[in-house]
């Protein structure tokens, strides 16, 4: 009768009722744990499911501007006759357009996968000071250009586990957020730090955090300036560029790696976001780095 009733399920769940499960066990015996591993399997299933239906309806919802741009471009251009610089301005505007294009997509794939459950890249033991200092020095040109001072507080040394190029990515994003969202002739200033020493059991948490001097988020937005698309400011994010994807992609990162990202403080005076994950102090720390 139980492998009837999971026969019976198992048949409806397949006919396209994927988030539903089977009945949970009422002992532990060998039906009970094959029902349970059933239900994981059919979570993992659901899970890709979705994702591909959000990669489906974000990419027709944020490909049809920038494809519609490009047509109107062409059209114009082919209306008469043009000079060789005014065919090349024309193709220097579809060339930026595709590039966005190109970012954009890569971005709902990394989501796609992180919803997916899927690996991200290999966990190996990343240097957050040193994460910190290339992240800073990649993104000097942007903050110099919108008149903001990046800079670097010393901290306790650790070493996160992670996949670097993608930890840098997160990091990369947060820093380019605090920028744009930043006041004329503010200031970012990015720090790390460990709060505990690892264990046999537990590893110690690894902790980045980037405070800037913008107007704030309210307390009721912490949580969904994480969500895809999303944004507080809909005139400012079309003159900065963004696609509202950047913290979403943080929140999948980090989430591929067990860790958390979450606004920590904000107020008229600024913002705080600590990204936080699995690590341990850097070997040779001293007791005033581990003070910090």
Request: aromatic share 4%; glycine share 8%; net charge neutral.
């Amino acid at each position: 009768q139980p492998i009837d009733r999971i026969t019976k399920r198992a048949a409806a769940i397949a006919r396209g009722d994927f988030a539903a499960r089977l009945d949970a066990p009422l002992v532990d015996d060998e039906i009970g744990r094959m029902t349970r591993l059933l239900n994981e399997m059919l979570a993992r299933l659901n899970g890709a499911i979705e994702a591909n239906r959000h990669f489906a309806a974000d990419a027709s919802h944020e490909l049809r501007s920038p494809l519609t741009a490009m047509a109107g471009e062409i059209d114009v251009a082919l209306r008469r006759p043009r000079t060789e610089q005014e065919y090349r301005d024309t193709l220097q505007l579809v060339r930026e357009r595709l590039s966005e294009m190109v970012s954009l997509v890569e971005n709902l794939m990394l989501l796609a996968r992180a919803e997916d459950g899927a690996p991200g890249g290999t966990v190996r033991e990343v240097e957050a000071d040193r994460l910190v200092a290339a992240s800073v020095a990649r993104l000097a040109a942007l903050a110099a250009d919108r008149r903001v001072t990046l800079a670097v507080e010393p901290g306790a040394p650790g070493i996160a586990y992670a996949d670097e190029r993608l930890l840098a990515r997160a990091l990369d994003n947060v820093i380019a957020n605090a920028i744009h969202y930043n006041r004329d002739g503010g200031r970012v200033v990015v720090t790390s730090g460990v709060d505990a020493a690892a264990t046999a059991d537990t590893a110690a948490l690894v902790w980045i955090r980037v405070r800037d001097d913008g107007p704030g988020v309210p307390e009721a937005e912490w949580e969904r300036i994480f969500q895809r698309f999303f944004r507080l400011d809909q005139s400012r994010s079309r003159r900065t560029g963004g696609s509202g994807l950047g913290l979403a992609i943080c929140r999948a990162i980090m989430t591929l790696f067990r860790g958390t990202i979450r606004v920590v403080d904000s107020s008229a005076q600024g913002t705080t976001i600590e990204l936080r994950l699995p690590g341990q102090l850097a070997a040779g720390t001293t007791s005033a780095q581990r003070a910090s």
